[in-house]
């Protein structure tokens, strides 16, 4: 999975430093952190900072993960069950049914 497929949320920290708008913590940070809620991905934080260079928000995420204010989980990928997805009901069954 590709580093920027992940889900990001605030931490508790980061709820904070958002709120107080330290000077400690760079504009880009904070913009970042109010854009971050309790479930986003990382398409929608891009789409939000379009006029920033990619690699930059990839940077800042990463940051803002390693001082505490950020903590991200991956995003469900193309390899994950869905309702859309193609897969063999009988199959699904026999495994269902192996397991007792």
Aim: charged residues 20%; proline residues 4%.
């Amino acid at each position: 999975m590709h580093l920027a497929e992940r889900i990001y949320r605030r931490t508790a920290a980061g709820r904070q430093a958002a709120v107080n708008q330290s000077a400690d913590v760079p504009v880009e940070y904070r913009r970042v952190l109010e854009l971050v809620g309790t479930g986003t991905p990382t398409a929608v934080i891009r789409a939000c900072l379009r006029s920033h260079p990619y690699e930059h928000i990839l940077e800042w995420l990463a940051k803002l993960e390693q001082v505490g204010f950020l903590e991200s989980i991956p995003q469900a990928g193309a390899d994950d069950l869905g309702f859309s997805a193609n897969f063999k009901r009988a199959a699904v069954a026999a495994a269902h049914n192996a397991r007792g």
